[in-house]
């Protein structure tokens, strides 16, 4: 079994809309909640990892990324699931001011996922990453997970057919519900 499940936020879970900051454009991918309510009932701890350069771009604040993940959490908790921990990056290459920079926290970079496993006390070896993008793969081979799987919401399709990373995912599902199934088989 695995030491944690960290799933993309955007996309994977909740539908993609660009530098989404407003709780009311908040939507669940269908299946999201039914997906991570499988991992809490096996009590494999659900952590999401999100890229936020929204942040950096001056777009919203850390606050409102705050107020996104509590409403996240409302929205799954109605479907019986909830997510144990959220770590998210405000920063960008291009961003604005402080949050300007290059990081080991912005994912394809594994600092995100070490943050977690340190602070959980996690085997990195015996986990998983779901996400839609190459740079949540990248992130998850980098820490050398058991399992990376790549879901065809949001970004993921796009991302697919233009593959051209030398690593792969473990597998492509088409969604968090079929990824979770498959992680669970």
Known sequence: MF?????????????????????DQLVLVPGSAEA?????????PVVVVTNQAGVAR????EAQVE????ALSALLAKGGAHVDRYYYCPHHPEGEGEYRKVCECRKPQPGLLRL???????????????GDKASDIGAAVACD???????LTGH????????????RPSY???DLLEASKWLLR
């Open 116 to 130: 977690a496993a340190k602070e959980m006390n996690l085997d990195l070896s015996r986990c998983a990453l779901v």
């Open 67 to 70: 107020v996104l993940h509590q």
């Open 156 to 167: 993921g399709t796009k991302e697919w057919d233009a593959w051209s990373e030398a690593f």
């Open 3 to 23: 030491d944690a499940i960290f799933l993309d936020r955007d996309g994977v879970v909740n539908k993609e809309t660009n530098y989404l900051s407003d709780p």
């Open 58 to 61: 001056g777009l919203y604040k």
């Open 36 to 44: 991570v309510r499988l991992f809490n009932e096996l009590n494999i």
């Open 145 to 151: 997970l058991a399992q990376a799987v790549l879901v």
């Open 172 to 174: 492509v599902a088409s």
